[in-house]
């Protein structure tokens, strides 16, 4: 079975601070992993995702499979980083499994 | 704007009525995706297309639920019956061939009295 787990609901930073949004997946193949993120208003969309291996709005995330976790950080959050973050699994088909996703929310 | 888009934005009916939904894909992407999102979940695949052809369906979708893709354009999400418990944001996607990206139309929600 496929399952993607944010663990946390909930994240509430203040401008500056590292943020880590926390994702661990299960799935007996190779995953293809992603990030999606819905800014307020706006429709989901890719913020990355682990084959790309880059850096966006200068988030990262790296694929441990040993662990497997797909966790996102950021080192200085900004406040239009504020934000619905779902992390999301492909494997095997086309469709994407997704977690139940996180609020980041970035104060002044 | 060139993106996904779906019709309509809120639909609210009774419980029993059917109600379809459209989604527009982006042009020339072949693969179409449609997910169901309820209050604090995330997005839970329903179906796919690829053209017109429907490749994979989730055992979420009941056989009150039917999706079309006659053209292998637009898509049709076709609830019969509905339920209170089918009341969702229902979110159309699209894609190109084999690039991973899936967009995303600003999705339909449904409220079933």
């Known amino acids: 079975a496929q399952r993607v787990t944010q663990p946390e609901k909930l994240l509430s930073v203040f401008k500056g601070a590292p943020v880590e949004l926390k994702c661990n997946y299960s799935y007996s193949g190779s995953p293809e992993l992603f990030w999606y993120v819905q800014y307020s208003r706006q429709r989901l969309q890719l913020l990355l995702r682990h084959i790309s291996r880059e850096s966006i709005k200068g988030f990262t995330a790296d694929l441990n499979k040993g662990e497997t976790s797909f966790h996102l950080k950021k080192p200085f959050a900004q406040e239009e980083d504020s934000a619905m973050y779902y992390c999301?699994?492909?494997?095997?088909?086309?469709?994407?499994?997704f977690g139940k996703g996180m609020k980041l929310t970035v104060n002044p | 704007d060139t993106g996904v888009s779906q019709n309509p934005r809120h639909k609210i009916t009774k419980r029993g009525q059917n109600v379809t939904f459209r989604c527009d894909p982006i042009?020339?992407?072949?693969?179409l995706y449609w997910y169901r999102q309820t209050l604090g979940q995330g997005p839970e695949f329903l179906t796919y297309f690829q053209n017109e052809a429907q490749l994979e369906k989730s055992r979420l979708l009941s056989d009150r639920f039917s999706a079309e893709r006659p053209k292998g354009s637009f898509s049709t999400l076709e609830i019969q019956r509905t339920e209170q418990g089918d009341s969702a944001m229902y979110l159309c996607?699209?894609?190109?061939?084999?690039?991973?990206?899936?967009?995303f139309g600003p999705g339909t929600r449904l409220t079933v009295l």
């Open positions: 996607a699209s894609s190109l061939g084999s690039t991973l990206e899936q967009f």
């Open positions: 999301a699994l492909k494997g095997g088909s086309e469709k994407l499994v």
């Open positions: 042009s020339e992407h072949n693969r």
